[in-house]
């Protein structure tokens, strides 16, 4: 019993973010130390945190602690959006109402 406690316990760990607390992410984005709040969210980001992979969308998005890119903006936004993350929704609609990262239409004639 003990052994299967153990195996249990070590896969645990194994599986929570190799680095750092969301809510340490939260704090260093509030103090406007993004480049720190991207190291806290990634792992969660890459692990299908929805919350995370929109926070990261956000920061794409608005040049926040990395290049703006439009583009990563919408692929972790799209992410957070396949698990029914609202505020994602919201995100993702408002690049497109933008035309941010998306083809321009052609004019009409």
Request: proline share 5%; charged share 25%.
């Amino acid at each position: 019993m003990k052994r299967q406690l153990h195996t249990f316990a070590t896969l645990l760990l194994l599986t929570a973010p190799a680095w750092g607390d969301f809510d340490d992410g939260q704090a260093a984005y509030e103090r406007g130390d993004y480049e720190a709040a991207f190291v806290e969210w990634l792992p969660y980001a890459e692990q299908g945190d929805a919350h995370a992979q929109h926070n990261l969308g956000v920061m794409y998005e608005r040049a926040f602690g990395v290049p703006q890119d439009y583009l990563e903006a919408m692929k972790w936004y799209r992410l957070a959006v396949d698990q029914g993350f609202s505020d994602a929704r919201a995100s993702l609609n408002a690049m497109y109402f933008s035309g941010k990262g998306v083809p321009e239409n052609s004019p009409r004639r």
